[in-house]
């Protein structure tokens, strides 16, 4: 008999955008998701987190078509538009949440700060605006690469500015970057994350209603640039944080970015010494119970779903 896999598929921003004042953040509409889990709901038995993880335990595949919905970033969305639908379903997700986002005084992680900065100036300002910031604290940003005003989709202007203050820049470099130009743009930043990020309350309601929670490290790095006391600084409170806002006891992880260089050898160690239960990347393809590592499940973006049905259906 053939096992199937599960196609673990992974959601950020689920909201109307263009009721926002910022129509251009790449979101799914509360319709669209509604949508695709129709479409979805039709090909696969959709699994709840502690299926999966017992799942994960029997290590045995699935007899049928299998899906698992995850969510990242710990956005409000998640509380108001996403909760809601999988409840009326009869479904359960995983969310994961980045630690700094969850105090007392919410911090605005830098990746949301680019998202947002991104959203209000578009590309071209938004690169020139943080390549001259950048160049100020002697970052040197090289040249953007315009060729009769077509960007090759890697040369966009906005795509290589994300890199450098990603994987290049140093990190304090780029807080303060990031943190002086959305204050000048968009908002007060502590203002805007307490808007944008699920309280702890919010949490525990999801958490009774059904719904899991993952970690997603304290604030949002790419680990593999980090040795590994920073790595273990940035995964240490997981576990405990999520079983004190929720009552379960299984915690999942989410690597940032989700790339398999984002993250290394030392990661995957540091995620088991710290009792993390499995771990997810963004590979892109089916999950196979038993044989993919347990630190190194893979997952497909929403957006790559109805594409790789067509493909399938194409092939
Ligand atoms: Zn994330």
Redesign the pocket.
């Known amino acids: 008999m053939t096992a199937f896999g599960c196609r673990v598929v992974f959601y950020h921003y689920v909201r109307d955008v263009e009721r926002t004042r910022f129509p251009s953040i790449r979101a799914l509409s509360v319709r669209g998701f509604a949508a695709q889990l129709d479409s979805l709901q039709e090909r696969y038995d959709i699994i709840d987190g502690p299926a999966f993880e017992q799942a994960l335990a029997d290590a045995g595949g699935f007899d049928r078509p299998t899906a698992l919905l995850t969510f990242?970033?710990g956005f409000v969305d998640h509380y108001e538009h996403v909760c809601p639908e999988l409840v009326s379903r009869g479904l359960g997700g995983m969310f994961f949440v980045a630690g700094a986002t969850l105090g007392s005084r919410p911090t605005l992680l830098n990746?949301h700060k680019t998202h947002f900065l991104l959203a209000e100036l578009g590309a071209e300002r938004f690169a020139a605006a943080v390549s001259a910031a950048l160049e100020s604290e002697g970052v040197h940003v090289a040249a953007t690469g315009a060729r009769d005003g077509i960007y090759r989709y890697d040369e966009a202007p906005d795509v290589r500015i994300k890199r450098v203050l990603n994987y290049e820049a140093p990190y304090p470099v780029a807080d303060r970057v990031l943190s002086t130009l959305f204050e000048r743009h968009v908002d007060d930043p502590d203002v805007f994350a307490r808007a944008l990020y699920l309280t702890p309350g919010q949490i525990g309601e999801m958490a009774a209603a059904g719904m899991t929670f993952g970690f997603?490290t304290e604030t949002?790095p790419v680990l593999s640039r980090l040795d590994r006391e920073a790595q273990r600084a940035e995964l240490r409170d997981g576990v405990r944080l999520i079983r004190e806002l929720t009552g379960q006891r299984m915690v999942a992880f989410c690597y940032?970015?989700g790339f398999t260089h984002t993250y290394n050898a030392d990661t995957v160690e540091v995620l088991e010494e710290c009792g993390y239960s499995m771990a997810f990347n963004t590979a892109r393809r089916d999950a196979m119970i038993g044989v993919d590592a347990r630190y190194e499940l893979p997952r497909f973006d929403t957006r790559d779903v109805p594409r790789a049905e067509e493909a399938r259906a194409g092939a």
């Open positions: 990242d970033d990746v997603h949002h940032p970015y």
